[in-house]
């Protein structure tokens, strides 16, 4: 279905140009040009009132005048004669539209009222819509040929899909292609993406042979939850880059809980590309430097790089960049050591790096790569070379694209430190590697690779499904937000926990000795008690706060001294009781909670808390709902796994535990997606049992969404 | 003196060349070439035994055969020559050598031995000597046109002096000069660095006006503290550059302190490097990038940055960027904004960044550049384009180069997205502003020269004497060495650290009440009472261990009750006597010590300390001894110090106080060198006082040093 509407618009046979134009630098002349110039496959038809004769062809006055059936018509016209040329289109029958023409969204609210109007009339004709405010599409596959943009330079031939979000960025990129060494197999400017978006392209790239990797240039997500179903999928079967802009203007909301505070969109975005199994690039040098890679080279089997070079330096500085980037540096064999000791000269070095020494002759750089290449403990390999007297940089690139060609399954990279020309004499060429002008590219090239490679070996996860009390959570909620209230005192937001199973402090409020016992004794010792008084707030200067009572006879003991004590102070009359609370010991705070983006909803976070969770910011960041494999991944991503992992002598954390924790977190934001804000701070390690529990817990609500949500008429009469 | 005897070798007018060749592909024949081939204003003798005709000149078979003084000679024969060679030059009163030939050092033991007979004779000859083991040396200034290089290009003329530790390297790097758009004024390959290094040249750069930047490759520093005091010197009066490799090859060393093992050598380099003012680069492409900048820009007035567009979205990756260098985002001027708003189109954006859209003409680009950089609210600017139908990028680059020109005080990039030909064009041309092709590179030249910047501004610093009881300490140390003890029991530390005036927790051993109770009131409750036992371990599971003991007769009381308890289980024989400490109350817990670092000497660390300083590593090194400026800056750049500021409402910390006891330590270890490890770990800060507070110290020596710098024999006949 989406394949055969998206087929009229990227592999049309029949195009019309409405708004073709014969004066020169007009995006109808430009247009009409690009599409002539890279011999469109199909059959180009003008339109222009005017009629007369464009880039040779002769142009029609209307597009109902065209003799023929047309996929797709390029839209150029002034704005506001867009939504009549749409009514002529559907009269034509046609199905694919690619509108060129700015003037919309993107200029306020009349542009805004335009494009509303024409989404509308699109759907019910239903068309497809590529743009407006766009800068068309490409498909450079010999059997179309299509180069519908308005750039000054036609396309390379490649096999990339590209979306890009922004009009002239996509221009740009176009027109640098060839420089850039890269080559695309269809191109989607999507402007104000109307209908068609990343994710459409995504769908529609899937299944499409001729693109083997998919590169997006986004400024926003339209639907995260639909992204991530795709890309997720996607992403196993060719890579996914994305340059995501717009991270600082993107400033955090103000938000009551840590976890909001450290959220913020971009992190939002952050977490919805590394779950999708994209490849976030941070610049556009990178982007390409990455797509040039995957073009190039396969999938290795390991992330283990060996090195070879004519030059020390280079060598050592190729080493930083692998380790840097969390490659290891391969163990080559002791064969290979051996068999290059055999030809090299004895200033040479044959441990990783090898060094060739400076007067290495072509001959050694065959020689050396045949056998690294063939050596089981490596999975990629750098070729560095810097000219030497006599050595010809190309005779170097092309004995070791012929080695290459017969070892198709490892990366190798070249590492040319030399001049311009030589890039763009291989950038005419066909090549079977790429290369980079410094080591530091081809170690990130590697460690992209090797992201991959884990990437695919990735089991997929499985969203369990506990058996909770959901009907206990419900009632909770229920109660507060009848009294008005968004935020849950802590016995309410502890009580929904442990409703969701989740491991939290034991603890309950007593009024009387009795009450105080039997709550000590249903908890278990040790215990902590707490006054809580409407007129006292320094409790721990009133000798408020017993800790580590150890037994019945200790509790009754405590009890009767904080009484006397108060009664002594003249302040037993606010006492409104005591909070008997279980005692847990452990060193290790850690937090976990739940934030919303207006954009991305509900995501999760975990990491270190305690007073360092705002100075550390050592946390991790998952939109919601998690797997079992994204709730691992979190906690093993902050720095702070080592302190679970038990440094320093303390009870490794029961994992698993902490992981079910994250879930059933999870799935309580799935059952009550009007949690706005969530706080478990500290997580505290049992130093006991290794458990993660939650010693303190606040909740906050969207109040609208949740009294509608479950049918509560608010009290307060302030909602 | 240092001047002289440099400008023989890069200022000569008249060089001999031994070894010179007329076969092709060797060293001797392409030096020949390069000397002549860029037209080397003075005299060049070429010497060969067989005489002949070597590039039209007249080779001598001899040095001693020239009819002229020599300044400078290459020597580019066999190793094995070359002894007898330095004899001739002496003998022929040459004072500058550049030994080009390889087969020394690096070749092993016997090459080692021979560059060590070299370098005897040469010192004795009182010659200065570039190499051996090296690509050559280069002066650009017209009135040398030196190029003593084998590189296979001839350089470009400039304004940087670069020095390369690695031989190949600094070829390569030649070679491709004119594609980064750099010139050299000044090269010097140091190769095995028997006599000049970098320092050297450092020194000799420092008041060459021809030379306006310097960049250093280096593997490793020859003499750090001589290369900290020229290059924080030099550094405030020309950008110093330098890319340090080797980084991850440096293994820490094992090490049994928390500092130690933080330590290494790369953390000593790049504290070295920071101190000195001297900019670290990461890769070659960065070093490179940062020169063009410098080359181009002056030092701005501050990190105010307007960004200026004719595309939304590199404007906002543009921003972002900015944003993550730590750059500001100007605030445009209201009257900046009007002037704008009077002739951009209403689509246009007037804020920062300006985005003046796509269909921008080469007026607004003028007009817009002419407005923004005369507001004052604005340091440096990025103009940014993209190509557009019609509007050439040359035509932009001119009018922006012509308007930057009257600005002269103003750093300017331009990020230009288009091809590669427009860069050639650009490095064919005078410019007076850098271009590169993405924002993230722009973004991180504004970062260094606003680093730059800040370095010049930044106040030199002292390193203060304070009056300390350097006797006590140096007593306590020969009572441990004397002992044959290289580690200092906690109590001799402390006492160490007491000595120089550093604010450590307050302690001493008592064995009998009266001791107790007198050590209590000496210091001051609250106090903590430990027991020391040879039997017992788990000092708390005994009820060993009593905190918070708040006057005279609490300590008493407690103090029975040890004894009474330890008699009743039956282990009162072990126990050794009670340690009375000062209860110091506080949450935040820091560290600070010293390390040795091989090659770099006692180097300082502060950070966060307690169970997380070896999880986050949220620690900062820097080389001893400190100024007050460096240990400013060294609790500055930590994470943690949000902590010291009081997040979280503590009390603020008393941050000269542990500015001051860095400082101390700093001199401790001057006094003290051979003091190789010193942990204070936690330095508690104080809740009370904000003070930092040594609760715990260990301090390990150098044992052999130790003994004789202090003149002890040990007791122990094991050293």
């Given at each position: ?5 998206l087929?009229k ?7 019309a140009v ?5 004066k020169?630098?007009?995006?109808g002349?430009?247009?009409?040009k ?5 011999k469109?496959?199909?059959?180009i038809?003008?339109v222009n ?6 880039e040779?062809l002769?142009?029609?006055p ?5 003799p023929?059936?047309i996929?797709l018509a ?12 749409i009514?002529?289109?559907y009269?034509?029958?046609?199905k694919g539209l690619?509108i ?7 200029t306020g ?6 494009e509303r109007?024409m989404k509308?009339k699109?759907?019910?004709y ?9 800068m068309?599409?490409v498909n ?7 180069d ?9 031939r490649?096999h990339?899909g590209?979306?890009s979000q922004?009009?002239?960025?996509g221009?740009?990129?176009l027109?640098?292609?060839k ?17 068609i978006n990343?994710e459409t ?10 693109v ?10 339209s639907?995260p939850?639909?992204?991530?179903k795709?890309?997720?999928?996607i ?8 340059l995501?802009?717009?991270r600082?203007?993107?400033g ?9 505070s450290l ?12 779950q999708?199994?994209?490849i ?6 990178n982007?390409f ?6 073009s190039n ?7 283990r790089v060996a090195?070879?070079t004519n ?5 050592i500085m ?6 840097e ?8 064999s002791?064969?290979t ?13 044959v441990?990783n790096?090898i060094d060739?020494?400076?007067?290495a ?16 403990n ?8 810097l ?11 092309n ?22 020309e ?5 950038s ?7 290369f ?11 460690m992209?690779?090797?992201q ?9 996860g499985k ?7 959901k009907?206990?959570a419900?009632?909770?909620i ?20 442990n409703?969701?199973g989740?491991r939290a402090?034991?603890?309950g409020?007593?009024t009387?000795?009795q009450?105080?016992v039997?709550?000590?004794?249903q ?10 008084s409407k ?11 017993r800790v580590n ?18 009664t ?6 606010g006492?409104?009781g005591v909070?008997?609370?279980?005692m847990v ?16 909803g509900?995501m ?9 969770i ?14 079992d494999?994204?709730?691992?991944d979190?906690i ?5 796994y ?14 698993e535990q902490?992981?079910?924790?994250l ?16 706080d ?14 939650a010693?303190d ?7 609208k969404?949740a009294?509608?949500?479950?049918h509560v008429?608010c009290?307060c009469?302030?909602?």
């Amino acid at each position: 279905m989406l394949k055969e509407q998206l087929d009229k618009i990227m592999c049309p046979r029949t195009v019309a140009v409405i708004g073709a134009s014969a004066k020169e630098h007009t995006i109808g002349s430009e247009l009409m040009k690009r599409l002539t110039g890279y011999k469109f496959t199909g059959k180009i038809y003008p339109v222009n009132p005017k009629g007369g004769i464009i880039e040779g062809l002769q142009a029609y006055p209307t597009v109902l005048d065209v003799p023929d059936e047309i996929d797709l018509a390029f839209i150029v016209v002034n704005a506001k004669f867009v939504l009549q040329t749409i009514d002529q289109c559907y009269e034509k029958g046609i199905k694919g539209l690619c509108i060129v023409s700015a003037g919309f969204k993107e200029t306020g609210k009349e542009g805004a009222e335009l494009e509303r109007q024409m989404k509308e009339k699109c759907e019910q004709y239903g068309m497809r819509v590529v743009g407006p405010n766009c800068m068309g599409v490409v498909n450079s596959h010999p059997d179309y040929n299509l180069d519908g943009t308005f750039a000054e330079t036609l396309p390379e031939r490649g096999h990339i899909g590209f979306v890009s979000q922004s009009g002239a960025l996509g221009g740009g990129i176009l027109n640098i292609l060839k420089d850039l060494n890269l080559g695309f197999a269809q191109f989607i400017s999507i402007g104000n993406q109307m209908d068609i978006n990343a994710e459409t392209a995504l769908e529609y790239w899937e299944n499409e042979d001729d693109v083997k990797q998919i590169l997006l240039y986004m400024e926003s997500i339209s639907n995260p939850s639909n992204f991530r179903k795709l890309a997720s999928r996607i992403s196993k079967k060719k890579p996914v880059l994305a340059l995501k802009s717009g991270r600082s203007a993107a400033g955090a909301s103000a938000a009551s809980s840590h976890t909001g505070s450290l959220a913020g969109a971009d992190k939002a975005a952050n977490a919805l590309l590394t779950q999708s199994g994209v490849i976030r690039e941070y610049s556009l040098k990178n982007l390409f430097a990455t797509a040039k890679v995957f073009s190039n080279c396969p999938i290795p089997k390991g992330n283990r790089v060996a090195i070879i070079t004519n030059s020390g330096g280079p060598g050592i500085m190729a080493t930083d960049a692998i380790c840097e980037y969390g490659m290891q540096m391969a163990q080559i064999s002791d064969k290979t050591r051996e068999t290059l000791r055999s030809f090299l000269p004895s200033a040479a070095s044959v441990k990783n790096p090898i060094d060739m020494i400076a007067s290495a002759p072509l001959d050694h750089y065959k020689q050396t790569l045949t056998t690294v290449i063939a050596d089981e403990n490596v999975d990629m390999i750098m070729v560095i070379y810097l000219p030497f007297l006599g050595l010809k940089d190309i005779d170097v690139a092309n004995a070791i694209m012929e080695i290459k060609a017969q070892h198709p399954e490892k990366p190798v990279i070249g590492v040319f430190m030399t001049k311009n020309e030589f890039f763009t004499q291989i950038s005419d060429m066909e090549v079977n590697m790429p290369f980079f002008m410094y080591a530091e590219e081809a170690a990130e090239g590697f460690m992209r690779l090797d992201q991959q490679r884990r990437w695919i070996e990735r089991p997929e996860g499985k969203i369990p499904c506990y058996d909770v009390d959901k009907e206990r959570a419900e009632r909770i909620i229920r109660t507060a937000i009848k009294d008005g209230r968004e935020q849950l005192t802590t016995l309410e937001s502890i009580d929904v926990l442990n409703a969701y199973g989740i491991r939290a402090c034991k603890y309950g409020l007593a009024t009387n000795e009795q009450e105080v016992v039997d709550l000590g004794n249903q908890i278990g010792y040790p215990v902590v008690m707490k006054m809580t008084s409407k007129t006292t707030s320094h409790k721990t200067d009133v000798g408020g706060v017993r800790v580590n009572i150890q037994s019945e006879e200790q509790l009754r003991e405590e009890y009767r001294d904080l009484l006397a004590k108060l009664t002594e102070k003249g302040l037993i009359d606010g006492l409104e009781g005591v909070i008997i609370q279980e005692m847990v010991k452990g060193s290790r705070e850690m937090v976990c909670g739940i934030a919303t983006d207006p954009q991305y909803g509900p995501m999760m976070m975990f990491g270190l808390g305690g007073v360092f969770i705002e100075v550390m910011k050592d946390v991790c960041f998952r939109i919601a709902p998690l797997t079992d494999i994204d709730a691992m991944d979190m906690i093993k991503s902050v720095k702070a796994y080592k302190l679970l992992e038990g440094a320093r002598g303390t009870k490794p954390a029961n994992i698993e535990q902490i992981q079910e924790t994250l879930l059933r977190l999870s799935q309580l934001v799935k059952d009550f997606s009007f949690i706005d804000e969530l706080d478990i701070n500290p997580l505290l390690i049992s130093e006991k049992t290794g458990e993660g529990i939650a010693v303190d817990g606040r909740i906050k609500v969207r109040m609208k969404e949740a009294l509608n949500t479950l049918h509560v008429e608010c009290d307060c009469h302030c909602c």
